[in-house]
């Protein structure tokens, strides 16, 4: 399970990280599924989204700028 914020702030700035895929996101409004969102893979569309990430290799970028700001036993 990846962290929710830090995750897209880490897909910004190392994007190689992440398999992404591109389709369309849109938003459940009835029933019991109301407010899920729907994404449906098509190169056609607009949205692009990331949907796996190489865990080991973005804790290592995480671990890196940590130690960078606050030392080596972080």
Excluded: I, Y
Excluded at 3 to 10: E, G, P, Q, T, V
Excluded at 35 to 64: C, I, P
């Amino acid at each position: 399970v990846l962290f929710r914020s830090s995750s897209a702030a880490l897909a910004m700035t190392h994007p190689e990280l992440f398999e992404w895929k591109t389709g369309k996101l849109s938003c459940v409004l009835d029933g019991e599924a109301r407010g899920r969102t729907v994404f449906n893979s098509s190169e056609k569309a607009l949205h692009r989204v990331a949907m796996n990430a190489d865990q080991a290799a973005s804790w290592a970028v995480v671990r890196s700028a940590l130690k960078r700001r606050f030392g080596p036993k972080v």
